[in-house]
């Protein structure tokens, strides 16, 4: 065996500025200055890596190595890549080529890669795509031509690709979603394609893309999602729409994407997230919305439906300086709300009410440190890392950490907001109780107006009784009407108005 390696080793040319290693069977060439393959490799390598060189072009030599199952060609000068220059490499499985300058690709360039599962011609000069150009690789996985000037492509162009599952055509010139060409796509899992100029999705955009988990829109120029863009995804779980020229959150339009658990939003140019803004996404768990410039307000139930959030981002949205009471309430899930470097004054104790909260951060808002932050101040105290929060003003507290404040440096008569409050509540009762007396005496008032002249007519009737008494009166009288001569004590001589009539107690 020992023998057998030295001999290829022996054999075996390893230029120089190249490190090559004949047990593991890698060969790493990288920075060496080389503008064409190494011809006399050991034949057996399986990895070779000459990345950051000068190569021009792809020669014969390439022929030598078959065993190849991982090349790394990136970052050199390639402009073309000669019909079956690969027609050997059956058991190559990634072929890096991006950061070169290839413009074109056909069908016989990748002719013999049975076996590849990762194409990488990132960052390259590609400007279209014929039909079938990937048709020889049946096994491809991953395929990025990201980052091209792709501005052409065939409805052919994928065809034949039905193992494909990831697909970067990012940052290329194309100015519609290629809604036939993706089609042909049944397996992808993860679409790529932003940084191109759609300006607007079209109904069924992304029709027959069935097993689509993830779509990146990533600043692909959208002012415009028609009503069923998204239709047939219905497996989409991560979605991507940063970077727009959205000027409304596309509620509707994304209504359909049950499954969906990340949405990112941010960049655009809507003002407000309105109440239910998020209707029917149900399962949604991480939400961003990073560097909204134009937003202001988050409204009271923005997240209504969104019950499975766990993660809300919202940074750099430097208009944003409302988000209103009760916003977050009602997410049993939340964990980690980001409100970074936004305009935040204040915030009311109710923005967000969860047992689930860990950690809130706050920091580069112009917070504004009054009372009114004082509950702030006293969950940070309770939970050293929940919150990092700085004062912008009042100027006597500017950059100081709103954590370390007191009560009454925060402007707070009362030193404990519970015990405020409960002061609060029982001035209220008291208050409410007074009213209530006001209001049934004031309503009552006649009748007891009334009341009060009957028990002194009563007296006086009962006067002029024991007045008769003496002569017709007996007790039986006083039994009908109902009261007991004992009830009141025998007034002494009463100065009797002359000319009044008693009245009888039963007229009463
Ligand atoms: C490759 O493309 C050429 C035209 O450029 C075409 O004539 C040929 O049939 C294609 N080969 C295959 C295998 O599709
Ligand atoms: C390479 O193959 C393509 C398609 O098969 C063909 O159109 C082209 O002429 C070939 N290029 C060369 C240099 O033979
Ligand atoms: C959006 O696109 C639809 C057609 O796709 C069009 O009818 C509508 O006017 C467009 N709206 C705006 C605001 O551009
Ligand atoms: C906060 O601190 C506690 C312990 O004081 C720790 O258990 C917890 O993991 C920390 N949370 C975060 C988000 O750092």
Same mark, same amino acid.
């Given at each position: 065996?020992?023998?057998?390696?030295?001999?290829?080793?022996?054999?075996?040319?390893?230029?120089?500025?190249?490190?090559?290693?004949?047990?593991? &069977? *890698?060969? *790493?060439?990288?920075?060496?200055?080389?503008?064409?393959?190494?011809?006399?490799?050991?034949?057996?390598?399986?990895?070779?890596?000459?990345?950051?060189?000068?190569?021009?072009?792809?020669?014969?030599?390439?022929?030598?190595?078959?065993?190849?199952?991982?090349?790394?060609?990136?970052?050199?000068?390639?402009?073309?890549?000669?019909?079956?220059?690969?027609?050997?490499?059956?058991?190559?499985?990634?072929?890096? &080529?991006?950061?070169?300058?290839?413009?074109?690709? !056909?069908?016989?360039?990748?002719?013999?890669?049975?076996?590849?599962?990762?194409l990488n011609l990132r960052r390259n000069f590609l400007e279209e795509l014929g039909p079938g150009v990937f048709a020889t690789l049946p096994r491809l996985e991953e395929l990025n031509i990201g980052q091209n000037r792709i501005s052409r492509l065939d409805p052919r162009a994928f065809a034949g690709l039905s193992a494909l599952r990831i697909l970067y055509i990012d940052d290329n010139q194309l100015n519609a979603v290629p809604t036939t060409s993706f089609a042909l796509l049944g397996s992808l899992a993860e679409l790529h394609?932003?940084?191109?100029?759609?300006?607007?999705?079209?109904?069924?955009?992304?029709?027959?893309?069935?097993?689509?988990?993830?779509?990146?829109?990533?600043?692909?120029?959208?002012?415009?999602?028609?009503?069923?863009?998204?239709?047939?995804?219905?497996?989409?779980?991560?979605?991507?729409?940063?970077?727009?020229?959205?000027?409304?959150?596309?509620?509707?339009?994304?209504?359909?994407?049950?499954?969906?658990?990340?949405?990112?939003?941010?960049?655009?140019?809507?003002?407000?997230?309105?109440?239910?803004?998020?209707?029917?996404?149900?399962?949604?768990?991480?939400?961003?919305?990073?560097?909204?410039?134009?937003?202001?307000?988050?409204?009271?139930?923005?997240?209504?439906?969104?019950?499975?959030?766990?993660?809300?981002?919202?940074?750099?949205?430097?208009?944003?300086?409302?988000?209103?009471?009760?916003?977050?309430?009602?997410?049993?899930?939340?964990?980690?709300?980001?409100?970074?470097?936004?305009?935040?004054?204040?915030?009311?104790?109710?923005?967000?009410?969860?047992?689930?909260?860990?950690?809130?951060?706050?920091?580069?808002?112009?917070?504004?440190?009054?009372?009114?932050?004082?509950? &702030?101040?006293?969950?940070?105290?309770?939970?050293s890392n929940f919150s990092t929060a700085q004062c912008a003003a009042p100027d006597h507290l500017k950059d100081r950490p709103l954590r370390t404040l007191a009560a009454d440096e925060l402007g707070c008569v009362l030193h404990d907001s519970r015990q405020q409050t409960i002061i609060c509540i029982a001035l209220a009762v008291a208050g409410a109780a007074l009213t209530v007396l006001c209001i049934v005496l004031y309503k009552y008032r006649k009748n007891m107006r009334e009341k009060l002249k009957d028990y002194k007519l009563?007296?006086?009737?009962?006067?002029?009784?024991?007045?008769?008494?003496?002569?017709? !009166?007996?007790?039986?009288?006083?039994?009908?009407?109902?009261?007991?001569?004992?009830?009141?004590?025998?007034?002494?001589?009463?100065?009797?108005?002359?000319?009044?009539?008693?009245?009888?107690?039963?007229?009463?």
């Amino acid at each position: 065996m020992m023998t057998l390696c030295l001999g290829a080793g022996a054999l075996a040319n390893c230029p120089s500025g190249c490190s090559c290693n004949d047990d593991t &069977l *890698v060969v *790493v060439c990288e920075e060496s200055r080389l503008d064409v393959l190494p011809i006399a490799l050991n034949p057996s390598i399986q990895r070779l890596i000459i990345r950051n060189n000068k190569i021009k072009t792809i020669d014969s030599s390439m022929q030598f190595y078959a065993d190849l199952q991982h090349l790394d060609l990136s970052q050199n000068h390639l402009v073309s890549i000669p019909n079956r220059s690969f027609a050997y490499q059956r058991k190559l499985q990634e072929l890096h &080529l991006n950061r070169n300058k290839i413009s074109a690709v !056909s069908n016989a360039t990748f002719q013999g890669l049975t076996a590849l599962t990762v194409l990488n011609l990132r960052r390259n000069f590609l400007e279209e795509l014929g039909p079938g150009v990937f048709a020889t690789l049946p096994r491809l996985e991953e395929l990025n031509i990201g980052q091209n000037r792709i501005s052409r492509l065939d409805p052919r162009a994928f065809a034949g690709l039905s193992a494909l599952r990831i697909l970067y055509i990012d940052d290329n010139q194309l100015n519609a979603v290629p809604t036939t060409s993706f089609a042909l796509l049944g397996s992808l899992a993860e679409l790529h394609v932003g940084l191109n100029a759609f300006s607007s999705l079209s109904d069924d955009a992304f029709a027959g893309l069935n097993r689509l988990s993830v779509l990146d829109l990533n600043g692909a120029g959208l002012s415009n999602i028609s009503e069923h863009a998204f239709r047939g995804l219905p497996g989409l779980r991560s979605l991507n729409l940063f970077g727009n020229r959205l000027d409304t959150v596309p509620t509707h339009q994304l209504a359909v994407l049950t499954r969906l658990e990340e949405l990112y939003i941010g960049q655009n140019d809507f003002t407000v997230l309105e109440k239910n803004s998020f209707n029917g996404l149900k399962n949604l768990k991480f939400l961003d919305v990073t560097g909204a410039l134009q937003l202001e307000r988050i409204e009271k139930g923005a997240f209504d439906d969104n019950v499975n959030l766990e993660t809300v981002g919202f940074a750099n949205n430097k208009k944003l300086t409302a988000i209103e009471d009760g916003t977050f309430v009602g997410l049993p899930k939340l964990k980690h709300v980001t409100l970074r470097d936004n305009a935040i004054v204040t915030l009311g104790e109710t923005v967000f009410v969860g047992k689930e909260l860990k950690q809130v951060d706050l920091s580069d808002n112009p917070l504004v440190c009054d009372c009114r932050l004082l509950w &702030l101040q006293e969950l940070l105290s309770e939970k050293s890392n929940f919150s990092t929060a700085q004062c912008a003003a009042p100027d006597h507290l500017k950059d100081r950490p709103l954590r370390t404040l007191a009560a009454d440096e925060l402007g707070c008569v009362l030193h404990d907001s519970r015990q405020q409050t409960i002061i609060c509540i029982a001035l209220a009762v008291a208050g409410a109780a007074l009213t209530v007396l006001c209001i049934v005496l004031y309503k009552y008032r006649k009748n007891m107006r009334e009341k009060l002249k009957d028990y002194k007519l009563n007296k006086r009737a009962i006067r002029k009784d024991l007045e008769y008494q003496k002569t017709f !009166s007996t007790e039986e009288d006083y039994i009908v009407r109902g009261i007991h001569p004992g009830q009141y004590p025998a007034p002494p001589a009463p100065p009797h108005a002359p000319g009044l009539r008693p009245i009888p107690v039963t007229e009463l």
